[in-house]
T-cell receptor, first 118, second 111 residues
Framework: GAGVSQSPRYKVAKRGQDVALRCDPI?????LFWYQQALGQGPEFLTY????????KSGLPSDRFFAERPEGSVSTLKIQRTQQEDSAVYLC????????????????FGPGTRLTVL | GNSVTQMEGPVTLSEEAFLTINCTYT??????LFWYVQYPGEGLQLLLK?????DKGSNKGFEATYRKETTSFHLEKGSVQVSDSAVYFC??????????FGTGTQLKVEL
């Protein structure tokens, strides 16, 4: 596809369930990012991959959050034992190069997965 | 880390009015600066960018100038349209490879 895709678009989970969110980046993009956007807020960084290597996971809020990108393309964000405070839109973005945005390396965003934890 | 302060919304304007959405940031070093837009029901889209001091980013009639002396990157448009109704996010690079987003400013343009 031409853009970043994410699935599912909507996910409802009962508290305590595990969820897995999928991101398909633009083909050939080296960098992949996950952000969390709470209602009425801006996106907040969770983690960053360069190819299959997870180089920055400083934004993951707890050890219940885990992300992987085993073949350097598709990525999965997994949340274990979901809590109500995990309810948010989870955004995936990809960029062509490995460098920082300061090099004019644009991040392209997917439509997001809206997670609701009951 | 870097941070950004955006003008609170919602901002409600009549069509053809002049728009300013203020954005100031704190950063170490020399961040690149971005404005993203989120139209209702859609994902974030890059609106414009500037990568060094005094650069002016522009797109779709929107402009923003990288002001290092005031650490600002205010978004302007001379004549807004109903189709510009959306949420606008200011985002300097946040150290490393990530973006640091403001809380967003909702713009509503009425006929």
């Amino acid at each position: 596809g031409a853009g970043v895709s994410q699935s599912p678009r909507y996910k409802v989970a009962k508290r305590g369930q595990d969820v897995a969110l999928r991101c398909d980046p633009i083909s050939g993009h080296v960098s992949l990012f996950w952000y969390q956007q709470a209602l009425g807020q801006g996106p907040e960084f969770l983690t960053y991959f360069q190819n299959e290597a997870q180089l920055d996971k400083s934004g993951l809020p707890s050890d219940r959050f885990f992300a992987e990108r085993p073949e350097g393309s598709v990525s999965t964000l997994k949340i274990q034992r979901t809590q109500q405070e995990d309810s948010a839109v989870y955004l995936c973005a990809s960029s062509l190069l490995a460098g920082a945005p300061s090099l004019g390396n644009e991040q392209f965003f997917g439509p997001g997965t809206r997670l609701t934890v009951l | 880390g870097n941070s950004v302060t955006q003008m609170e919304g919602p901002v409600t304007l009549s069509e053809e009015a002049f728009l300013t959405i203020n954005c100031t940031y704190t950063a170490t070093g020399y961040p690149s600066l971005f404005w993203y837009v989120q139209y209702p029901g859609e994902g974030l889209q890059l609106l414009l960018k500037a990568t060094k001091a005094d650069d002016k980013g522009s797109n779709k009639g929107f402009e923003a100038t990288y002001r290092k002396e005031t650490t600002s990157f205010h978004l302007e448009k001379g004549s807004v349209q109903v189709s510009d109704s959306a949420v606008y996010f200011c985002a300097p690079t946040g150290g490393g490879n990530k973006l640091t987003f403001g809380t967003g400013t909702q713009l509503k343009v009425e006929l």
